[in-house]
Protein backbone atom coordinates (compact mmCIF):
# COMPACT_ATOMS: atom_id res chain seq x y z
CA UNK A 1 0.00 0.00 0.00
CA UNK A 2 1.41 3.41 -1.09
CA UNK A 3 2.73 5.47 1.74
CA UNK A 4 1.17 9.26 2.13
CA UNK A 5 5.30 10.20 3.55
CA UNK A 6 5.85 8.71 -0.36
CA UNK A 7 3.75 10.44 -2.13
CA UNK A 8 3.87 13.78 -0.95
CA UNK A 9 7.80 13.53 -1.24
CA UNK A 10 7.02 12.25 -5.08
CA UNK A 11 4.96 15.47 -5.48
CA UNK A 12 6.80 18.06 -3.83
CA UNK A 13 9.95 16.40 -6.40
CA UNK A 14 8.03 16.82 -9.27
CA UNK A 15 7.69 21.01 -8.34
CA UNK A 16 10.79 21.15 -7.95
CA UNK A 17 11.87 19.80 -11.17
CA UNK A 18 9.35 22.31 -13.18
CA UNK A 19 10.21 25.02 -10.91
CA UNK A 20 14.26 24.49 -11.72
CA UNK A 21 12.81 23.84 -15.78
CA UNK A 22 11.26 26.97 -15.82
CA UNK A 23 14.07 29.38 -13.50
CA UNK A 24 16.51 27.69 -16.75
CA UNK A 25 14.58 28.98 -19.41
CA UNK A 26 13.88 32.15 -18.54
CA UNK A 27 17.75 32.55 -17.52
CA UNK A 28 18.58 31.37 -21.10
CA UNK A 29 16.24 33.66 -22.88
CA UNK A 30 17.00 36.67 -20.88
CA UNK A 31 20.85 36.20 -21.52
CA UNK A 32 19.89 35.35 -25.35
CA UNK A 33 18.06 38.80 -25.00
CA UNK A 34 21.23 40.63 -23.26
CA UNK A 35 24.07 39.12 -25.27
CA UNK A 36 22.11 40.52 -28.42
CA UNK A 37 21.52 44.35 -26.69
CA UNK A 38 25.25 44.35 -25.88
CA UNK A 39 26.37 43.10 -29.56
CA UNK A 40 23.47 45.68 -31.03
CA UNK A 41 24.79 48.63 -29.13
CA UNK A 42 29.31 47.82 -29.70
CA UNK A 43 28.46 47.16 -33.34
CA UNK A 44 26.40 50.71 -32.97
CA UNK A 45 30.16 52.34 -31.34
CA UNK A 46 32.37 50.65 -33.52
CA UNK A 47 30.80 52.07 -36.46
CA UNK A 48 30.85 55.56 -35.30
CA UNK A 49 34.64 54.78 -34.65
CA UNK A 50 34.81 53.78 -37.71
CA UNK A 51 33.10 56.44 -39.79
CA UNK A 52 34.37 59.58 -37.98
CA UNK A 53 37.65 58.57 -35.36
CA UNK A 54 37.10 60.39 -32.10
CA UNK A 55 33.93 62.11 -33.11
CA UNK A 56 31.72 60.07 -31.38
CA UNK A 57 29.04 62.78 -31.07
CA UNK A 58 27.18 63.37 -34.73
CA UNK A 59 23.99 64.60 -35.97
CA UNK A 60 22.17 61.45 -34.65
CA UNK A 61 22.26 61.90 -31.00
CA UNK A 62 19.30 59.33 -30.93
CA UNK A 63 21.27 56.84 -32.20
CA UNK A 64 24.35 57.26 -30.10
CA UNK A 65 22.14 57.38 -26.80
CA UNK A 66 20.70 53.73 -28.07
CA UNK A 67 24.24 52.22 -28.56
CA UNK A 68 25.78 53.54 -25.34
CA UNK A 69 22.51 52.68 -23.04
CA UNK A 70 22.69 48.93 -25.12
CA UNK A 71 26.51 48.47 -24.54
CA UNK A 72 26.60 50.03 -21.22
CA UNK A 73 23.54 48.68 -19.54
CA UNK A 74 23.11 46.06 -21.45
CA UNK A 75 26.76 44.71 -21.45
CA UNK A 76 27.44 44.74 -18.00
CA UNK A 77 23.78 42.88 -17.20
CA UNK A 78 25.22 40.25 -19.74
CA UNK A 79 28.74 39.85 -18.64
CA UNK A 80 27.22 39.98 -14.76
CA UNK A 81 24.23 36.97 -15.83
CA UNK A 82 27.01 34.72 -17.63
CA UNK A 83 29.41 34.76 -15.25
CA UNK A 84 26.43 33.24 -12.51
CA UNK A 85 25.25 30.52 -15.34
CA UNK A 86 28.51 29.84 -15.57
CA UNK A 87 29.22 29.09 -12.26
CA UNK A 88 26.39 26.89 -12.05
CA UNK A 89 27.63 24.89 -14.82
CA UNK A 90 29.99 22.78 -12.75
CA UNK A 91 26.56 20.94 -11.82
CA UNK A 92 25.92 18.15 -14.64
CA UNK A 93 22.46 18.37 -13.95
CA UNK A 94 22.58 21.51 -15.57
CA UNK A 95 24.64 21.27 -18.39
CA UNK A 96 22.53 18.40 -19.21
CA UNK A 97 19.37 20.83 -19.44
CA UNK A 98 17.69 21.42 -22.80
CA UNK A 99 17.88 25.21 -22.15
CA UNK A 100 21.57 25.49 -21.97
CA UNK A 101 21.66 23.16 -24.95
CA UNK A 102 19.66 25.69 -27.28
CA UNK A 103 20.85 28.94 -25.57
CA UNK A 104 24.15 27.78 -26.89
CA UNK A 105 22.82 26.28 -30.39
CA UNK A 106 20.96 29.43 -30.92
CA UNK A 107 23.38 31.85 -30.39
CA UNK A 108 26.43 30.20 -32.53
CA UNK A 109 23.92 29.89 -35.49
CA UNK A 110 23.04 33.86 -35.02
CA UNK A 111 26.33 34.98 -34.45
CA UNK A 112 27.67 32.56 -37.03
CA UNK A 113 25.15 33.66 -39.80
CA UNK A 114 25.66 37.67 -38.42
CA UNK A 115 29.35 37.50 -38.74
CA UNK A 116 29.74 36.10 -41.62
CA UNK A 117 27.30 37.90 -43.85
CA UNK A 118 28.45 41.01 -42.76
CA UNK A 119 32.46 40.50 -42.85
CA UNK A 120 31.49 39.49 -46.70
CA UNK A 121 29.17 42.37 -47.35
CA UNK A 122 32.28 44.48 -46.45
CA UNK A 123 34.45 43.22 -48.83
CA UNK A 124 31.41 42.76 -51.72
CA UNK A 125 31.29 46.89 -50.82
CA UNK A 126 34.84 47.48 -51.06
CA UNK A 127 34.77 45.51 -54.71
CA UNK A 128 32.23 47.79 -55.76
CA UNK A 129 33.81 50.53 -55.80
CA UNK A 130 34.49 53.89 -52.92
CA UNK A 131 31.68 54.12 -50.65
CA UNK A 132 31.15 54.32 -46.71
CA UNK A 133 28.84 51.58 -46.59
CA UNK A 134 31.64 48.82 -45.51
CA UNK A 135 32.35 50.86 -42.44
CA UNK A 136 28.84 49.92 -41.23
CA UNK A 137 28.72 45.48 -42.00
CA UNK A 138 32.71 45.40 -40.88
CA UNK A 139 32.00 46.57 -37.43
CA UNK A 140 28.76 44.70 -37.09
CA UNK A 141 30.88 41.90 -38.39
CA UNK A 142 33.83 41.75 -35.79
CA UNK A 143 31.35 42.19 -33.46
CA UNK A 144 29.25 39.23 -33.82
CA UNK A 145 32.56 37.18 -34.83
CA UNK A 146 33.75 37.69 -31.43
CA UNK A 147 30.46 36.94 -30.27
CA UNK A 148 30.80 33.41 -32.66
CA UNK A 149 34.23 32.91 -30.86
CA UNK A 150 33.35 33.25 -27.58
CA UNK A 151 30.35 30.83 -27.81
CA UNK A 152 32.47 27.86 -30.05
CA UNK A 153 34.82 28.16 -26.81
CA UNK A 154 31.93 27.73 -24.30
CA UNK A 155 30.13 24.61 -26.81
CA UNK A 156 33.28 22.85 -26.58
CA UNK A 157 34.53 23.46 -22.97
CA UNK A 158 35.74 20.45 -21.73
CA UNK A 159 33.91 20.59 -18.33
CA UNK A 160 30.99 22.74 -19.15
CA UNK A 161 29.60 22.23 -22.47
CA UNK A 162 26.03 21.62 -23.39
CA UNK A 163 25.25 17.44 -22.89
CA UNK A 164 21.78 17.94 -25.56
CA UNK A 165 21.90 19.06 -28.56
CA UNK A 166 26.29 18.73 -28.82
CA UNK A 167 25.97 18.23 -32.60
CA UNK A 168 23.27 20.55 -33.92
CA UNK A 169 25.53 24.03 -34.19
CA UNK A 170 27.85 21.81 -36.24
CA UNK A 171 24.80 20.56 -38.26
CA UNK A 172 23.44 23.98 -38.82
CA UNK A 173 27.13 25.72 -39.62
CA UNK A 174 27.30 23.20 -42.33
CA UNK A 175 24.81 23.66 -44.42
CA UNK A 176 24.41 26.90 -43.69
CA UNK A 177 27.77 27.68 -45.15
CA UNK A 178 26.67 25.12 -48.03
CA UNK A 179 23.48 27.55 -48.81
CA UNK A 180 25.35 31.14 -48.79
CA UNK A 181 28.78 29.17 -51.10
CA UNK A 182 25.72 27.76 -53.52
CA UNK A 183 23.88 30.90 -53.89
CA UNK A 184 27.22 32.55 -54.74
CA UNK A 185 28.59 30.07 -57.22
CA UNK A 186 25.10 30.05 -58.65
CA UNK A 187 25.48 34.00 -58.88
CA UNK A 188 29.02 33.81 -60.33
CA UNK A 189 28.22 31.28 -62.87
CA UNK A 190 25.28 32.90 -64.42
CA UNK A 191 26.71 36.54 -64.67
CA UNK A 192 29.53 34.66 -66.86
CA UNK A 193 27.41 32.87 -68.53
CA UNK A 194 24.96 35.93 -69.30
CA UNK A 195 28.23 37.87 -70.77
CA UNK A 196 29.33 35.29 -73.03
CA UNK A 197 25.73 34.95 -74.35
CA UNK A 198 24.13 38.25 -74.00
CA UNK A 199 27.75 40.47 -74.60
CA UNK A 200 28.89 42.42 -72.08
CA UNK A 201 27.27 45.53 -72.73
CA UNK A 202 24.18 43.51 -71.95
CA UNK A 203 25.28 42.01 -68.30
CA UNK A 204 25.55 45.98 -67.40
CA UNK A 205 22.49 45.79 -65.21
CA UNK A 206 23.49 48.30 -61.92
CA UNK A 207 25.95 50.34 -63.87
CA UNK A 208 28.75 48.38 -63.33
CA UNK A 209 30.73 45.89 -65.17
CA UNK A 210 29.83 42.26 -65.47
CA UNK A 211 32.92 41.18 -63.93
CA UNK A 212 32.63 43.33 -60.53
CA UNK A 213 29.48 41.26 -59.97
CA UNK A 214 30.73 38.08 -60.63
CA UNK A 215 34.09 38.50 -58.50
CA UNK A 216 31.42 39.71 -55.74
CA UNK A 217 29.55 36.58 -55.80
CA UNK A 218 32.36 34.77 -56.12
CA UNK A 219 33.62 36.15 -53.02
CA UNK A 220 30.17 34.73 -51.46
CA UNK A 221 30.55 31.54 -53.17
CA UNK A 222 34.30 31.24 -51.34
CA UNK A 223 32.95 32.45 -47.72
CA UNK A 224 30.05 29.93 -47.73
CA UNK A 225 32.19 27.08 -48.99
CA UNK A 226 34.82 28.33 -46.15
CA UNK A 227 32.32 27.62 -43.43
CA UNK A 228 30.91 24.56 -45.16
CA UNK A 229 34.68 23.13 -44.95
CA UNK A 230 35.10 24.04 -41.38
CA UNK A 231 32.17 22.45 -40.07
CA UNK A 232 32.58 19.63 -42.57
CA UNK A 233 35.64 18.90 -42.29
CA UNK A 234 37.21 20.48 -39.35
CA UNK A 235 34.38 19.84 -36.84
CA UNK A 236 33.29 16.51 -38.45
CA UNK A 237 30.32 17.38 -39.63
CA UNK A 238 30.51 14.58 -42.00
CA UNK A 239 30.97 11.74 -39.51
CA UNK A 240 27.83 12.34 -37.84
CA UNK A 241 25.25 10.05 -37.72
CA UNK A 242 22.50 11.29 -35.82
CA UNK A 243 19.42 11.66 -37.00
CA UNK A 244 19.02 15.50 -37.16
CA UNK A 245 22.46 14.93 -38.89
CA UNK A 246 20.49 13.06 -41.53
CA UNK A 247 17.44 14.80 -41.68
CA UNK A 248 20.00 18.18 -42.56
CA UNK A 249 21.50 16.16 -45.08
CA UNK A 250 17.94 14.92 -46.77
CA UNK A 251 16.13 18.69 -46.44
CA UNK A 252 19.19 20.62 -48.21
CA UNK A 253 21.45 18.18 -50.20
CA UNK A 254 18.67 16.20 -51.65
CA UNK A 255 15.51 18.07 -51.57
CA UNK A 256 16.84 21.49 -51.89
CA UNK A 257 19.54 20.60 -54.35
CA UNK A 258 17.25 18.69 -56.40
CA UNK A 259 14.92 21.54 -56.57
CA UNK A 260 17.30 23.85 -57.77
CA UNK A 261 18.46 21.13 -60.42
CA UNK A 262 15.44 20.18 -61.72
CA UNK A 263 14.54 23.98 -61.65
CA UNK A 264 17.02 25.14 -63.86
CA UNK A 265 17.06 22.23 -66.36
CA UNK A 266 13.11 22.93 -66.86
CA UNK A 267 13.96 26.28 -67.59
CA UNK A 268 16.90 25.60 -70.16
CA UNK A 269 14.68 23.27 -71.74
CA UNK A 270 12.28 25.67 -72.18
CA UNK A 271 14.65 28.28 -73.30
CA UNK A 272 15.37 25.80 -76.23
CA UNK A 273 11.82 24.77 -77.04
CA UNK A 274 11.09 28.22 -77.14
CA UNK A 275 14.09 29.15 -79.54
CA UNK A 276 12.85 26.21 -81.87
CA UNK A 277 8.93 26.43 -81.93
CA UNK A 278 8.55 30.34 -80.21
CA UNK A 279 10.67 32.92 -81.62
CA UNK A 280 7.62 35.40 -80.67
CA UNK A 281 10.55 37.57 -78.79
CA UNK A 282 13.94 39.00 -79.21
CA UNK A 283 16.85 37.10 -78.90
CA UNK A 284 18.07 39.03 -76.04
CA UNK A 285 14.75 39.00 -74.07
CA UNK A 286 14.44 34.88 -74.89
CA UNK A 287 18.20 34.03 -74.02
CA UNK A 288 17.98 36.22 -70.40
CA UNK A 289 16.60 33.72 -68.14
CA UNK A 290 19.43 30.87 -69.68
CA UNK A 291 22.27 31.90 -68.47
CA UNK A 292 20.62 31.71 -64.26
CA UNK A 293 19.29 28.38 -65.23
CA UNK A 294 22.47 27.22 -66.45
CA UNK A 295 24.04 28.23 -63.60
CA UNK A 296 21.42 26.54 -60.98
CA UNK A 297 21.11 23.16 -63.00
CA UNK A 298 24.95 22.55 -63.17
CA UNK A 299 25.73 23.68 -59.31
CA UNK A 300 22.56 22.10 -57.98
CA UNK A 301 23.60 18.58 -59.48
CA UNK A 302 26.99 18.50 -57.98
CA UNK A 303 25.63 19.29 -54.44
CA UNK A 304 22.84 16.93 -55.75
CA UNK A 305 24.93 13.75 -56.55
CA UNK A 306 27.21 15.06 -53.56
CA UNK A 307 24.81 14.54 -50.98
CA UNK A 308 22.90 11.37 -52.77
CA UNK A 309 26.12 9.63 -52.80
CA UNK A 310 26.64 10.14 -49.25
CA UNK A 311 22.68 9.09 -48.58
CA UNK A 312 23.51 5.16 -50.31
CA UNK A 313 26.50 4.89 -48.36
CA UNK A 314 24.90 5.30 -45.21
CA UNK A 315 22.27 3.67 -43.62
CA UNK A 316 19.26 1.87 -45.24
CA UNK A 317 16.52 4.32 -43.90
CA UNK A 318 18.63 7.29 -45.12
CA UNK A 319 19.43 5.76 -48.35
CA UNK A 320 15.52 4.76 -49.15
CA UNK A 321 14.82 8.30 -47.64
CA UNK A 322 16.82 9.86 -50.22
CA UNK A 323 15.03 7.99 -52.83
CA UNK A 324 11.48 8.99 -51.45
CA UNK A 325 12.67 12.63 -51.78
CA UNK A 326 13.84 12.56 -55.25
CA UNK A 327 10.83 10.66 -56.08
CA UNK A 328 8.90 13.28 -54.99
CA UNK A 329 10.47 16.11 -56.03
CA UNK A 330 10.63 14.89 -59.87
CA UNK A 331 6.47 14.03 -59.04
CA UNK A 332 5.80 17.71 -58.61
CA UNK A 333 7.94 18.98 -61.57
CA UNK A 334 5.95 15.99 -63.78
CA UNK A 335 2.44 16.70 -62.20
CA UNK A 336 2.60 20.43 -62.52
CA UNK A 337 3.95 19.85 -66.32
CA UNK A 338 0.81 17.60 -66.93
CA UNK A 339 -1.44 20.76 -65.08
CA UNK A 340 0.78 23.25 -67.58
CA UNK A 341 -0.37 21.05 -70.82
CA UNK A 342 -3.75 20.54 -70.20
CA UNK A 343 -4.13 24.59 -69.69
CA UNK A 344 -2.91 25.49 -72.62
CA UNK A 345 -4.43 22.71 -74.67
CA UNK A 346 -8.22 23.80 -73.17
CA UNK A 347 -6.63 27.18 -74.24
CA UNK A 348 -6.05 26.25 -77.82
CA UNK A 349 -8.84 24.42 -77.77
CA UNK A 350 -11.46 27.54 -76.87
CA UNK A 351 -9.88 29.38 -78.95
CA UNK A 352 -8.19 28.12 -82.74
CA UNK A 353 -6.47 31.25 -83.23
CA UNK A 354 -4.39 31.69 -79.81
CA UNK A 355 -1.85 33.86 -79.99
CA UNK A 356 1.80 33.13 -78.59
CA UNK A 357 0.58 32.95 -75.20
CA UNK A 358 -0.67 29.64 -75.17
CA UNK A 359 1.95 28.35 -77.36
CA UNK A 360 4.31 29.68 -74.54
CA UNK A 361 2.22 27.76 -71.80
CA UNK A 362 2.39 24.51 -73.48
CA UNK A 363 6.12 24.33 -74.39
CA UNK A 364 6.41 25.29 -70.28
CA UNK A 365 4.36 22.16 -69.31
CA UNK A 366 6.20 20.20 -71.61
CA UNK A 367 9.58 21.22 -70.25
CA UNK A 368 8.64 20.32 -67.16
CA UNK A 369 7.09 17.28 -67.89
CA UNK A 370 10.23 16.23 -70.07
CA UNK A 371 12.70 17.15 -66.97
CA UNK A 372 10.54 15.91 -63.85
CA UNK A 373 9.03 12.56 -65.74
CA UNK A 374 12.21 10.47 -66.66
CA UNK A 375 13.66 11.44 -63.19
CA UNK A 376 10.47 10.28 -61.28
CA UNK A 377 10.39 6.63 -63.35
CA UNK A 378 14.31 6.16 -62.68
CA UNK A 379 13.89 7.21 -58.81
CA UNK A 380 10.41 5.44 -58.70
CA UNK A 381 11.01 2.39 -60.72
CA UNK A 382 7.09 1.52 -60.97
CA UNK A 383 7.65 -1.48 -62.81
CA UNK A 384 9.55 -3.17 -59.71
CA UNK A 385 7.81 -5.01 -58.03
CA UNK A 386 7.65 -4.52 -54.17
CA UNK A 387 8.94 -7.49 -52.16
CA UNK A 388 6.62 -9.64 -50.14
CA UNK A 389 7.94 -8.80 -46.65
CA UNK A 390 5.42 -8.16 -43.71
CA UNK A 391 6.26 -4.12 -42.64
CA UNK A 392 6.26 -5.56 -38.74
CA UNK A 393 9.36 -7.17 -39.49
CA UNK A 394 12.39 -5.66 -37.25
CA UNK A 395 15.19 -4.49 -38.92
CA UNK A 396 15.41 -1.83 -41.53
CA UNK A 397 13.46 -3.41 -44.46
CA UNK A 398 10.50 -3.24 -41.81
CA UNK A 399 11.35 0.39 -41.22
CA UNK A 400 11.86 0.85 -45.11
CA UNK A 401 9.00 -0.11 -46.19
CA UNK A 402 6.76 1.45 -43.80
CA UNK A 403 8.36 4.89 -44.67
CA UNK A 404 7.58 4.12 -48.28
CA UNK A 405 3.81 3.63 -46.87
CA UNK A 406 3.89 6.56 -45.29
CA UNK A 407 4.98 8.22 -48.27
CA UNK A 408 2.10 6.90 -50.90
CA UNK A 409 -0.15 8.32 -48.26
CA UNK A 410 1.26 11.62 -47.68
CA UNK A 411 1.14 12.23 -51.56
CA UNK A 412 -2.36 10.66 -51.96
CA UNK A 413 -3.10 12.62 -48.81
CA UNK A 414 -2.10 16.15 -50.30
CA UNK A 415 -3.34 15.62 -53.93
CA UNK A 416 -6.78 14.82 -52.61
CA UNK A 417 -6.55 18.52 -50.19
CA UNK A 418 -5.67 20.02 -54.13
CA UNK A 419 -8.02 18.31 -56.03
CA UNK A 420 -10.97 19.32 -53.51
CA UNK A 421 -9.26 23.18 -53.46
CA UNK A 422 -9.74 22.77 -57.07
CA UNK A 423 -12.79 21.95 -57.30
CA UNK A 424 -14.07 24.67 -55.34
CA UNK A 425 -12.25 26.97 -57.61
CA UNK A 426 -14.28 25.31 -60.57
CA UNK A 427 -17.48 25.37 -58.77
CA UNK A 428 -17.46 28.94 -57.82
CA UNK A 429 -16.22 29.61 -61.58
CA UNK A 430 -18.82 28.04 -63.19
CA UNK A 431 -21.42 29.58 -60.96
CA UNK A 432 -19.60 32.87 -61.35
CA UNK A 433 -20.20 32.75 -65.37
CA UNK A 434 -23.76 30.99 -65.16
CA UNK A 435 -24.79 33.59 -62.77
CA UNK A 436 -24.03 36.24 -65.59
CA UNK A 437 -20.96 37.88 -64.69
CA UNK A 438 -19.07 37.80 -68.37
CA UNK A 439 -15.89 40.20 -67.56
CA UNK A 440 -13.97 37.04 -66.82
CA UNK A 441 -14.12 35.88 -70.53
CA UNK A 442 -15.91 32.05 -71.76
CA UNK A 443 -16.51 29.53 -69.40
CA UNK A 444 -13.36 27.36 -70.92
CA UNK A 445 -10.90 30.57 -70.09
CA UNK A 446 -12.50 30.88 -66.77
CA UNK A 447 -11.80 27.00 -65.61
CA UNK A 448 -8.80 26.10 -67.63
CA UNK A 449 -6.24 26.32 -65.17
CA UNK A 450 -7.93 25.08 -62.04
CA UNK A 451 -8.78 22.33 -64.40
CA UNK A 452 -5.69 21.43 -65.38
CA UNK A 453 -4.65 21.00 -62.04
CA UNK A 454 -7.67 19.15 -61.00
CA UNK A 455 -6.26 16.75 -63.62
CA UNK A 456 -2.99 16.71 -62.67
CA UNK A 457 -3.72 15.58 -58.80
CA UNK A 458 -6.41 13.26 -59.77
CA UNK A 459 -3.74 11.33 -62.25
CA UNK A 460 -1.15 11.53 -59.01
CA UNK A 461 -3.79 10.37 -56.41
CA UNK A 462 -4.97 7.66 -57.93
CA UNK A 463 -2.05 6.44 -59.25
CA UNK A 464 -0.56 6.55 -55.62
CA UNK A 465 -3.90 4.98 -54.09
CA UNK A 466 -4.10 2.20 -56.33
CA UNK A 467 -0.41 1.62 -55.59
CA UNK A 468 -1.12 1.60 -51.53
CA UNK A 469 -3.96 -0.65 -52.07
CA UNK A 470 -1.33 -3.24 -54.05
CA UNK A 471 1.07 -2.85 -51.51
CA UNK A 472 -0.99 -3.20 -48.59
CA UNK A 473 -2.18 -6.36 -50.00
CA UNK A 474 1.16 -7.83 -50.60
CA UNK A 475 1.84 -6.95 -46.71
CA UNK A 476 -1.40 -8.45 -45.61
CA UNK A 477 -0.39 -11.82 -47.51
CA UNK A 478 2.54 -11.86 -46.27
CA UNK A 479 1.63 -11.31 -42.95
CA UNK A 480 -0.84 -14.16 -43.35
CA UNK A 481 1.66 -16.69 -44.33
CA UNK A 482 3.81 -15.65 -41.05
CA UNK A 483 0.93 -16.12 -38.92
CA UNK A 484 -0.44 -19.49 -40.35
CA UNK A 485 2.94 -21.08 -38.74
CA UNK A 486 0.99 -21.20 -34.84
CA UNK A 487 -2.68 -22.19 -33.97
CA UNK A 488 -2.92 -21.59 -30.98
CA UNK A 489 -0.47 -21.00 -27.97
CA UNK A 490 -1.02 -21.81 -24.01
CA UNK A 491 0.91 -18.86 -22.21
CA UNK A 492 2.25 -20.44 -18.13
CA UNK A 493 3.66 -17.60 -16.60
CA UNK A 494 3.75 -15.98 -13.44
CA UNK A 495 4.77 -12.37 -14.64
CA UNK A 496 2.82 -9.75 -15.97
CA UNK A 497 1.08 -11.61 -18.73
CA UNK A 498 0.39 -8.29 -21.33
CA UNK A 499 3.36 -7.54 -22.92
CA UNK A 500 4.19 -11.38 -23.51
CA UNK A 501 0.24 -11.64 -24.93
CA UNK A 502 1.21 -9.13 -27.48
CA UNK A 503 4.21 -10.22 -28.24
CA UNK A 504 2.80 -14.18 -29.32
CA UNK A 505 0.06 -11.93 -30.98
CA UNK A 506 2.71 -10.20 -33.14
CA UNK A 507 5.09 -12.99 -34.26
CA UNK A 508 2.74 -15.67 -34.78
CA UNK A 509 -0.73 -14.18 -35.31
CA UNK A 510 -2.30 -16.81 -32.79
CA UNK A 511 -4.80 -17.19 -30.24
CA UNK A 512 -3.35 -17.25 -26.19
CA UNK A 513 -4.61 -18.65 -23.45
CA UNK A 514 -2.97 -17.35 -20.01
CA UNK A 515 -2.14 -19.75 -17.34
CA UNK A 516 -0.61 -18.06 -14.08
CA UNK A 517 1.97 -19.96 -12.04
CA UNK A 518 1.71 -20.40 -8.17
CA UNK A 519 4.88 -19.42 -7.63
CA UNK A 520 4.90 -15.98 -9.36
CA UNK A 521 6.16 -14.48 -6.43
CA UNK A 522 9.52 -15.74 -6.77
CA UNK A 523 10.67 -13.67 -10.30
CA UNK A 524 12.69 -11.42 -9.25
CA UNK A 525 15.58 -8.79 -9.95
CA UNK A 526 16.21 -9.22 -13.60
CA UNK A 527 13.75 -12.19 -14.72
CA UNK A 528 11.20 -9.59 -13.75
CA UNK A 529 11.71 -7.16 -16.48
CA UNK A 530 8.77 -7.98 -18.72
CA UNK A 531 10.33 -6.08 -21.82
CA UNK A 532 13.37 -7.95 -21.68
CA UNK A 533 11.87 -11.40 -21.53
CA UNK A 534 9.35 -10.27 -24.60
CA UNK A 535 12.15 -9.27 -26.50
CA UNK A 536 13.53 -12.96 -25.62
CA UNK A 537 10.06 -14.44 -26.12
CA UNK A 538 10.05 -13.29 -29.62
CA UNK A 539 13.73 -14.62 -30.68
CA UNK A 540 12.23 -17.89 -29.25
CA UNK A 541 8.98 -18.15 -31.44
CA UNK A 542 10.94 -17.52 -34.32
CA UNK A 543 10.76 -20.33 -36.95
CA UNK A 544 7.99 -22.36 -34.66
CA UNK A 545 5.37 -24.16 -36.47
CA UNK A 546 2.78 -26.56 -34.88
CA UNK A 547 -0.63 -25.88 -34.33
CA UNK A 548 -0.70 -25.51 -30.53
CA UNK A 549 2.41 -24.37 -28.69
CA UNK A 550 3.40 -24.57 -25.27
CA UNK A 551 5.20 -21.60 -23.79
CA UNK A 552 6.39 -21.71 -20.26
CA UNK A 553 7.69 -18.40 -18.28
CA UNK A 554 9.73 -19.32 -14.99
CA UNK A 555 10.39 -17.69 -12.00
CA UNK A 556 13.66 -16.86 -12.87
CA UNK A 557 13.23 -16.25 -16.23
CA UNK A 558 13.58 -19.22 -18.06
CA UNK A 559 11.66 -19.65 -21.42
CA UNK A 560 10.47 -22.81 -22.85
CA UNK A 561 8.86 -23.16 -26.42
CA UNK A 562 7.56 -26.79 -26.17
CA UNK A 563 5.18 -27.51 -29.97
CA UNK A 564 2.41 -29.90 -29.13
CA UNK A 565 1.08 -32.49 -31.26
CA UNK A 566 -2.54 -33.02 -32.02
Do not use: C
Amino acid sequence: MPQPGGEMMSAESAVGSAQRTVRRLITYLLLFALVVIAAVGLSGLLERLLVAGTELATADVAGLARSLAFALIGGPLAALLWWVVWRRLGDETERASVGWGLYVTGMYVLSLVLAVSNLLSTLTTLIGGPSLQWRPSLATGLVWAAVWVWHRWMSRHPRKRPLDLVDVPTVLGTYIGLVMGVSGAVAALSTLLDAALRGATAAVAVGKPWWVSALQSLVWAAGGGLVWWWHWKHDGGRLLRTGFAGIALIAVGVLGAGVLTLGGAGVVLFVVLRLAFDRTESMDLLLEPLAPAVAAAAIGSLVWVYHRGLARGSSETLRQGSRLVTSGVALVAAASGIGVIVNAALAMAATPLAGSGARTLLLGGISSLLVGGPVWWLTWKPLERTAAVDPRAAGESGAWLNARRVYLIVVFGLSAVVAVITLLVIGFRMFEYFLGDLSGGSLVERIRAPLGLLVATALVAGYHFAVWRHERAIFAAAGSARQRTVGHVILVTGFDPAPLHRVIEDVTGAGVTVWRRSDAGQGTGAAADTGRLAGRLAAELEGVSARRVLVTVGPDGRIDVIPLQG
